[in-house]
């Protein structure tokens, strides 16, 4: 049985910072793509940032390019969010999630809720 588990959502005033963080257990991700997820209330869950299993390759989405970091370590199988200069619209629930082929992802955490005030 594999489990993701996220932490770290919480809520902060614009402009602060969080780092999410998802464990993975169950089974290794070292050579797995993982990435983050988030789905805002009334909206359809968008992608925000991959990693792959070497952790050499990254993408993010435009809304968060430059605001936040994904890493990983893979001795912990552990993959984290660092979010900084945070804004309202990014108020979300976040997701992890891995994938065993890309680009489908197989497995999802039960989400972190990041809630941003103006």
């Known amino acids: 049985q594999v489990q993701l588990v996220e932490s770290g959502g919480g809520l902060v005033q614009a402009g602060a910072s969080l780092r999410l963080s998802c464990a993975a257990s169950?089974?290794?991700?070292?050579?797995?793509?993982m990435a983050w997820f988030r789905q805002a209330p009334g909206q359809e869950r968008e992608f925000v940032a991959y990693?792959?299993?070497?952790?050499?390759?990254?993408n993010y989405a435009d809304s968060v390019k430059g605001r936040f970091t994904i890493s990983r370590d893979n001795a912990k199988n552990t993959v984290y969010l660092q979010m900084n200069s945070l804004k309202p619209e990014d108020t979300a629930v976040y997701y992890c999630?891995?994938?065993?082929?890309?680009?489908?992802?197989?497995?999802w955490g039960q989400g972190t809720q990041v809630t941003v005030s103006s």
């Open positions: 999630a891995a994938s065993v082929v890309v680009p489908k992802y197989d497995y």
């Open positions: 169950g089974r290794t991700f070292s050579s797995g793509r």
């Open positions: 990693i792959s299993g070497s952790g050499r390759n990254t």
